[in-house]
């Protein structure tokens, strides 16, 4: 096998979910592929380093040249109301509802120290220094996994709150487990929609 297709396979082997023969398969589509959608796909994959940045305020995915995402910059959204999320497609999964016009926080991972993953890598300081910013009447609504990795980061989210003298104005709350698929990500509307509604102070 020639050496530039080997290293394709690995490289393409390495992404999640992807096994060798799935490997193999893109592989060779993309070696059967015309120029033009070769120079497109390479050009996509250089963007996604290049052109995709954070929000400035709730660390969801914008445009490079952008500091705030479309949530956070819409002035009809309610700041007191702040969901927090461990990655963008659970944002994504929650707008697709339609029906809420909260704001939101992403973390960008859980607690996990068996991963690597401490408290310091998250963006907790961030959220913090929201909440010390807005006024009184403020919900944080927890919507994560139902993991252990998120019980620790709830706990914490919790405990931070109330050792900042946060408490008497942040009321915490967190989505009800009604997420069969098991991950927010996978949920369909009615499920989150429950889980929403159903959600309880914690």
């Known amino acids: ?33 015309n120029e033009n959608y070769i120079e497109n796909f390479a ?19 914008v445009d490079s040249s952008k500091e705030l995402c479309n949530i956070c910059s819409n002035s009809s959204r ?8 461990e990655e963008y497609l659970d944002l994504i999964t929650i707008e697709q509802v339609g029906i809420f016009d909260w704001v939101y926080h992403i973390l960008w991972w859980a607690i996990s120290p068996i991963n690597w993953v401490f408290i310091w890598d998250l963006n907790f300081e961030s959220l913090f220094e929201r909440l010390f910013n807005l006024d009184e009447n403020i919900e944080i609504i927890l919507a994560t996994n ?9 706990t914490y989210i919790k405990e931070e709150i109330k050792k900042r003298w946060l408490n008497k104005r942040v009321k915490i709350t967190r989505i009800s487990r009604w997420i069969s698929a098991g991950y927010i990500e996978y949920a369909d509307n009615i499920s989150i929609i429950n889980s929403i509604k159903g959600r309880v102070e914690f």
């Open 43 to 61: 050009s996509s994959l250089k963007n996604i380093k290049t052109k995709v940045a954070n929000c400035k305020n709730c660390h969801s995915l």
């Open 146 to 154: 139902p993991n252990i990795e998120w019980e620790a980061t709830a």
């Open 1 to 33: 096998m020639p050496e530039a297709l080997k290293q394709l396979i690995n490289i393409i082997s390495l992404l999640p979910w992807i096994w060798e023969k799935s490997a193999n398969r893109l592989a060779f589509f993309l070696l059967n592929s």
């Open 78 to 85: 309610n700041k007191n109301q702040i969901t927090i999320v």
